[in-house]
Nanobody
């Protein structure tokens, strides 16, 4: 059974930075692609970033490209999301997802497991 635990969320002013972490356990982390999604109140879950099994390939949603960076530490089974130049519209609950295969994936339907989420609030 896979378990994902996000951390690092909080309140930050517009223009600030945060780094989210996701600690994984339960299966061979280094074999699977991972991703970050977010969900704001009243909105559907939205793709943020994805990374393949090795970390050699990443892909970002247009809304965060150039501001966010996804990375992973396979030895320690951790996924990260560095968020820079944060905007009020980045306010949401951020979730890490465990992909079904080793590649990257932008559709939430291609993820088998999710963490409980971490709240990010950006004030103007």
């Amino acid at each position: 059974q896979v378990r994902l635990v996000e951390s690092g969320g909080g309140l930050v002013q517009a223009g600030g930075s945060l780094t989210l972490s996701c600690a994984a356990s339960g299966r061979t982390f280094s074999l699977f692609g991972m991703g970050w999604f977010r969900q704001a109140p009243g909105k559907e879950r939205e793709f943020v970033a994805t990374i393949n099994w090795s970390g050699g390939y990443t892909y970002y949603g247009a809304i965060v490209k150039g501001r966010f960076a996804i990375s992973r530490d396979n030895a320690n089974k951790k996924l990260y999301l560095r968020m820079n130049s944060l905007k009020p519209e980045d306010t949401a609950v951020y979730y890490c997802g465990w992909g079904r295969g080793g590649g990257d994936a932008t559709d939430s339907a291609d993820y088998d497991y999710w963490g409980q989420g971490t709240q990010v609030t950006v004030s103007s």
